[in-house]
């Protein structure tokens, strides 16, 4: 199970590192979610189609490069592209 799981993470982790600067692009903007960088804070993720500021947080990243903000967004979307769970409202 095990290696399984940790398979599915090294092929995850491949593809992401493959893709160029235009599918990151397109990604991203099919993607419901984005990054937003707060001084002192870091990086948290909001979801675009939430107007509410507070309904639309869905995590916080910490103090991290927006490239790695980046790469989370297109892991779950790369993930999740099938079952959108993550992105509905609670």
């Given amino acids: 199970m095990w290696l399984k799981k940790w398979l599915a993470e090294r092929r ?3 593809q992401i590192a493959n893709l160029s600067e235009k599918q990151r692009q397109e990604i991203l903007q ?3 979610l984005e990054a937003g960088a707060f001084q002192g804070e870091g990086f ?3 979801r675009k189609n939430e107007p509410d ?3 639309a947080y869905v995590t ?3 103090e991290v490069s927006g490239q ?3 790469d989370w967004i297109i ?3 790369l993930q999740n592209s099938t079952d959108d769970s993550l ?3 609670p």
């Fill in 12 to 14: 995850l982790n491949r």
């Fill in 30 to 32: 099919q993607s419901p």
């Fill in 44 to 46: 948290h993720i909001f």
């Fill in 53 to 55: 500021f507070n309904k």
């Fill in 60 to 62: 916080s990243l910490g």
């Fill in 68 to 70: 790695m903000a980046e």
């Fill in 75 to 77: 892991r779950q979307y």
């Fill in 87 to 89: 992105y509905s409202q």
